[in-house]
């Protein structure tokens, strides 16, 4: 009995044990499968992450790569624009030096034609003054005997060469263009001042009154009569520079005051003495200025 005992408790035993055993081999299993499947997932989301990590990394590397590159064509460009404002800078530099030299040669030109203008009213000063010194400064009316204008121009009254509306000289007058003859006759002398004159230009002057028709014909008669006697009084002022002269008439057009008064009539009614400088002597130095002008831009 006690065997038969025994051997049925063994074979209970085995009986529970064998289940026992499955049940821990399942759970194991189990387990073991999760952590299996656990490690897959996490492989997969690691996976993904890594694939979009690189895929963000490559991405990077391309902005990356795109940026070094425009920064590449920014050096570039600003080499080039250096490069470039160093020329233009040079350039600028060149251009000063030739506006300086070309502003020199231009303020010389002034200061030559300047000359020119000095010795156009040098020549009426010494007629004034070479006429005040024999016949005095005024006439017995206390007027002044000759005047420069603000032309540059010597003015001589009408009053003092004619009566109202005629152009028959005063015997007063003939005092006063003897010594205006004698007075051109030697400043021609000088063959440097004669170099720059072209012509001495005699011109008659009305008032408004009447006609310009008429006015235009005193005025002429009147400068013709002033030449024709200078001439008459001096040979030797005909002979020699009898080219240099020449009568105009200009009517009422080119008054010295505007109005209808009595003394300014009388102003304007006059003889004007005019010294025009010989074009070609102006021309030359404007040639010589555009000559130096175009050498400079030449040469830069």
């Known amino acids: 009995m006690k065997l038969r005992r025994r051997a049925l408790i063994s074979g209970m035993d085995v009986q529970q044990f064998w289940p026992s055993f499955t049940d821990v081999m399942s759970t194991i299993a189990l387990i073991l499968f999760f952590i299996m499947l656990l490690a897959y997932l996490q492989n997969i989301i690691y996976g993904n992450d ?3 990590a690189q895929k963000q990394l490559d991405t990077s590397k391309l902005q990356i790569g795109k940026a070094q590159e425009e920064l590449r064509s920014i050096q570039l460009e600003t080499d080039r624009t250096k490069a470039a404002l160093a020329l233009s800078s040079q350039k600028v530099e060149e251009q000063k030096a030739v506006i300086a ?4 040669a231009l303020e010389n030109l002034k200061i030559r034609l ?3 203008a000095l ?3 040098d020549i009426l000063k010494k007629v004034k003054q070479s006429v005040e010194q024999e016949l005095g400064k005024r006439n017995n009316k206390g007027e002044e005997m000759v005047s420069i204008g603000d032309n540059a121009n010597i003015i001589i009254n009408e009053s003092t060469f004619f009566a109202y509306n005629s152009y028959q000289l005063k015997p007063d007058a003939k005092s006063l263009l003897t010594q205006l003859a004698k007075a051109f006759e030697k400043i021609l002398d000088d063959v440097d001042i004669r170099g720059n004159i072209d012509a001495i230009s005699i011109d008659g002057h009305t008032d408004e009154t009447g006609t310009s028709a008429y006015n ?3 005025s002429a008669r ?4 002033v030449v024709n006697y200078m001439m008459q009084v001096n040979p030797r002022l005909e002979q020699k520079y009898g080219r240099y002269f020449a009568a105009n008439g200009f009517s009422e057009f080119r008054p010295l005051a505007s109005g209808s008064s009595g003394d300014v009539l009388a102003k304007n009614r006059r003889i004007e003495i005019s010294i025009i400088i010989k074009d070609s002597s102006i021309q030359d130095m404007i040639e010589k200025y555009l000559d130096g002008t175009e050498t400079l831009l030449k040469s830069n």
């Open 50 to 52: 890594l694939a979009f």
């Open 101 to 104: 030299a070309s502003n020199e």
């Open 114 to 116: 300047q000359g020119i």
């Open 119 to 121: 010795l156009r009213l």
């Open 216 to 218: 235009r014909e005193l």
């Open 222 to 225: 009147r400068a013709t009569e």
